[in-house]
T-cell receptor, first 112, second 106 residues
Framework: EAQVTQNPRYLITVTGKKLTVTCSQN?????MSWYRQDPGLGLRQIYY???????DKGDVPEGYKVSRKEKRNFPLILESPSPNQTSLYFC???????????FGAGTRLSVL | SQQGEEDPQALSIQEGENATMNCSYK?????LQWYRQNSGRGLVHLIL?????REKHSGRLRVTLDTSKKSSSLLITASRAADTASYFC??????FGPGTRLSVLP
């Protein structure tokens, strides 16, 4: 079954404690991206990757890091989380940029 | 990045009625897509319309595209309670907007 898998689904952490949210897709897609969703603001893109070892900043990259060492995986790293990063995060993948995106189920993060 | 803009922000209708929501954008596009999001869940792709198409149907969904006006509309006919969700438009050169929150009342 074609899918994008994010883990964990829920995470409560404290300010400054490094964390990683994993994302994996099984569709051999080249394009992957991370979004955060906050009430009233829609989805804002954090980072995206056009292919292995090719990543670029989206609209809200501050405080986040990503890597794309393998085609299927695109982890999101928060090196020193802060309360303003409390949000709902989505990973998405597509064959290439601008075509149909497949979304993960989301990760709800709370930073205390 | 340029953001698509869905209108209205919120829409409440009775079951069986039609729901229409609109999307405006500012860039050139190759295609435009509509997505649905049930509360707190991942977005699900509904329909894609290419820039050389004016109208497309899929089940109870009808999408129109007017590239001269840089706008699109999504019509859901004979709505059901299960259609209650947020709806977003997306294009290659613009990102998701805040969406339209549709509530279908039984």
């Amino acid at each position: 079954e074609a899918q994008v898998t994010q883990n964990p689904r829920y995470l409560i952490t404290v300010t400054g404690k490094k964390l990683t949210v994993t994302c994996s897709q099984n569709m051999n897609h080249e394009y992957m991206s991370w979004y955060r969703q906050d009430p009233g603001l829609g989805l804002r893109q954090i980072y995206y990757s056009m292919n292995v070892e090719v990543t670029d900043k989206g609209d809200v990259p501050e405080g986040y890091k990503v890597s794309r060492k393998e085609k299927r995986n695109f982890p999101l790293i928060l090196e020193s989380p802060s309360p303003n990063q409390t949000s709902l995060y989505f990973c998405a993948s597509s064959l290439t940029q601008g075509v149909i995106q497949y979304f993960g189920a989301g990760t709800r993060l709370s930073v205390l | 990045s340029q953001q698509g803009e869905e209108d209205p922000q919120a829409l409440s209708i009775q079951e069986g009625e039609n729901a229409t929501m609109n999307c405006s954008y500012k860039t050139s596009i190759n295609n435009l897509q509509w997505y649905r999001q049930n509360s707190g869940r991942g977005l699900v792709h509904l329909i894609l319309i290419r820039s050389n198409e004016r109208e497309k149907h899929s089940g109870r969904l009808r999408v129109t595209l007017d590239t001269s006006k840089k706008s699109s509309s999504l019509l859901i006919t004979a709505s059901r309670a299960a259609d209650t969700a947020s709806y977003f438009c997306y294009g290659q050169n613009f990102v998701f907007g805040p969406g339209t929150r549709l509530s279908v009342l039984p």
